[in-house]
């Protein structure tokens, strides 16, 4: 018994760690925002503003246009999101339901093209935006955001696809359900959860993608969020901090706001509909 309890609170300990480790770069970066400007020169710096202060985000606004940065940021996250579930919802159900060799070599292309670096494929993808007439526009990133993001959301779809029981699928056929019925009442229900986390991967992955943005979006007017955060950055390198701090904050504000609104989507519901009525 004593030995249990200890392995638990070590457990707990290294979890403390571990949430700690990651949430420190938060805090910080919080912190930073609210510190006026000769905090943030000081060579004694503090864990928290002595003196809070807006300013640094009142010159970010000025400085920055960061609502139609975050508004494109915000289309193109959608959209890829959106898009990437609706495309690949279907293609895990094949894939999961019928291991024939063209959906075992779909699995295969899934691993492969997790392995190529953007550098390798930014050259060919910026010819074939160019001959559609699609650089420097948002639909074009969009384009680009579920063609990377589609392979992974693939992958976690046929795992959650796999996991439903095909007896109740089954159950419903006997019952006089046909084919969309049972999609629609029985599959779709049991799948939200995977659905779900699938949009959520493909929105953060988009909402912080920096260089696909960088190479393909020309005018400042169609510049995404992490982007823009980089002109807080001076000729030689320098930083301008608390600015800078601010609208980071600001970027990151979207992200936490999605998960909070729908983690307990991820996590609950996996028997939704699993009782026949």
């Known amino acids: 018994m004593r030995t249990s309890r200890r392995a638990r609170a070590g457990q707990y300990a290294a979890l403390l760690a571990y949430l700690?480790?990651?949430?420190?770069?938060?805090?910080?970066?919080?912190?930073?925002?609210?510190?006026?400007?000769?905090?943030?020169?000081?060579?004694?710096?503090?864990?928290?503003?002595?003196?809070?202060?807006?300013?640094?985000?009142?010159?970010?606004?000025?400085?920055?246009?960061?609502?139609?940065?975050?508004?494109?940021s915000l289309v193109a996250a959608l959209g890829a999101a959106v898009i990437a579930v609706l495309i690949a919802t279907p293609m895990a159900y094949v894939m999961a339901r019928h291991r024939t060799r063209l959906a075992k070599a779909a699995t295969g292309w899934v691993v492969v093209?997790?392995?190529?670096?953007?550098?390798?494929?930014?050259i060919p993808l910026f010819l074939v935006l160019?001959?559609?007439?699609?650089?420097?526009?948002?639909?074009?990133?969009?384009?680009?955001?579920?063609?990377?993001?589609?392979?992974?959301?693939?992958?976690?779809?046929?795992g959650?696809?796999?996991?439903?029981p095909a007896e109740m699928e089954e159950a419903a056929a006997v019952d006089g359900a046909g084919k969309m019925r049972t999609l629609v009442s029985i599959t779709a229900p049991l799948l939200a959860p995977g659905i779900v986390a699938t949009a959520l991967f493909a929105f953060?992955?988009?909402?912080?993608?920096?260089?696909?943005?960088?190479?393909?979006?020309?005018?400042?007017?169609?510049?995404?969020?992490p982007?823009?955060?980089?002109?807080?950055?001076?000729?030689?390198?320098?930083?301008?901090l608390g600015p800078l701090a601010a609208a980071a904050f600001l970027a990151t504000i979207p992200s936490l706001v999605v998960f909070a609104l729908i983690q307990k989507r991820i996590t609950g519901?996996?028997?939704?509909?699993?009782?026949?009525?």
């Open 20 to 72: 700690v480790f990651l949430a420190f770069p938060f805090l910080w970066l919080v912190s930073t925002a609210f510190k006026p400007a000769r905090e943030l020169a000081s060579l004694h710096p503090t864990w928290l503003p002595q003196d809070p202060t807006l300013d640094n985000f009142r010159q970010a606004f000025d400085e920055q246009p960061l609502l139609r940065a975050a508004l494109n």
């Open 204 to 225: 953060i992955t988009a909402w912080n993608e920096f260089f696909f943005a960088l190479v393909l979006l020309k005018t400042p007017e169609k510049q995404t969020l």
């Open 130 to 158: 160019k001959n559609l007439h699609l650089i420097n526009s948002v639909a074009g990133l969009v384009m680009v955001y579920v063609v990377w993001a589609l392979p992974f959301a693939l992958w976690m779809l046929v």
């Open 227 to 240: 982007v823009v955060l980089t002109h807080f950055l001076g000729a030689e390198g320098v930083a301008d």
């Open 113 to 122: 093209s997790q392995a190529f670096p953007f550098v390798l494929v930014i």
């Open 269 to 277: 519901g996996m028997l939704a509909g699993a009782v026949k009525s």
């Open 160 to 164: 959650y696809v796999r996991a439903v």
